[in-house]
């Protein structure tokens, strides 16, 4: 069975329309949803929690990205893949969702709905289990909120060609770092727009209320973008798509190797030759992430296409229990965060006598804090507590058939 795709119209970048038309649609695969992707889906989630539990239990006062401490910088280093892996297969997922003979008007609507979800949820839900604070006089622009900017900006996207929609997602991505030089300030009263936009940063959304920007959207936008639009691929037979995701991985991993060895251009802080061997190869894959660099993408998406290639008929028991986190990954998101905040007040009250002394992130009190060990306890513990309740809420997603079922 084929699937035939509209004449591609010319673009403004040539080269687009070369890698687009080097993607055809070909025979189906035998079914739309691919078990590798739930399965890097889950693996991804599964990493995110290990970040987050280093946030919540560590001491504060220390610098993750310190090239000198290399099992603290590894620690952090090995989540980086978390947010870019998930938001392009958040877009890949996107035209499957599509492919199943829904028409771009409805696929237009599910993502602007789900996006205007995600975004009221990261303001209230993930708000609070990040803060326990129900005075909602500071809000947090994070992963959450970017996933659902990025879904209602793909959501007038998907009626433009899937030339243009990568020429879009491109551009972002190779292009944003043209834009350091521009600061916030530069605007006057317009600066928050360009905090939300692409630099990191904190305004005042009204008297006594606050707005931190971790992740700005343009770079975000444009992964998603690039999933939706390499999509196709995920509709050819086994073969050819395991040909073109080599490919296309192998080829942003070593973009990113000759690039970022030549300092040329790509992430604003260069690597440098450091007192060791070990810290200079940290030097080397210390990107930025906020926002997402060039080379801090090209660094996390090319391994995320060459695992897509590695997971594929993966089986066997740790494989099921993976897929599962991947399958319900908002349910986990919640419930993670959740959990995650209520043992570090219950281990502050425990070492510290107090339930108030880690309310926020932002004030851990001094003598608080587990050593790297201790951290890696806790997220398995995490993760095994949740596996029951993740899957029987994806048994329960699966028997039920009202609509908005596809929102949790």
Known sequence: MTVAFEPLRRVALPAVEVIVRNFPAGNLSGGIRLPSIDLLRGLVMVLMALDHTRDFFSAGGYNPRDVTEPALFLTRWITHFCAPAFIFLAGVSAFLYGARGRSTGEVSRFLATRGLWLVLIELTVVRFGWTFNVHFDHFGVLVIFAIGASMLALSALVYLPRAAIATVGLVMIF????????????????????????????????????????????????????????????????????????????????????????????????????????????????????????????????????????????????????????????????????????????????????????????????????????????????????????????ALKRRRTEWWWSYL
């Open 175 to 394: 292009g944003h770092n043209l834009l350091d030089g521009i600061q916030a300030a530069q605007f006057g009263a317009g600066a928050p727009l360009w905090n939300l936009l692409h630099q990191p940063g904190q305004f005042d959304l009204a008297p006594g209320v606050s707005v931190r920007v971790l992740y700005p959207l343009v770079p975000w936008i444009g992964v998603m973008a690039a999933g939706y639009a390499l999509g196709p691929v995920f509709l050819l037979d086994r073969a050819a798509r395991v040909r073109r995701l080599l490919m296309l991985g192998g080829v942003s991993l070593a973009g990113f190797l000759l690039l970022r060895a030549s300092n040329l251009y790509g992430d604003p802080m260069p690597w440098s030759v450091q007192n060791s061997a070990l810290a200079t190869v940290l030097s080397f894959i210390d990107c930025e992430k906020y926002p997402p660099s060039l080379l801090y993408l090209g660094m996390t998406l090319g391994p995320t296409l060459l695992l897509l290639v590695a997971l594929e008929g993966l089986e066997g028991t740790v494989a099921r229990w993976i897929t599962t986190f991947g399958r319900v990954p908002f349910f986990y998101y919640a419930a993670h965060l959740y959990l995650l905040h209520i043992l570090a007040v219950l281990y502050a009250w425990a070492t510290l006598g107090d339930l108030s002394k880690l309310v926020s992130l932002a004030s851990k009190p001094p003598g608080y804090g587990l050593g790297l060990a201790g951290i890696y306890a806790v997220w398995l513990a995490m993760v095994v507590l949740l596996y029951p309740a993740c899957r029987w809420f994806a």
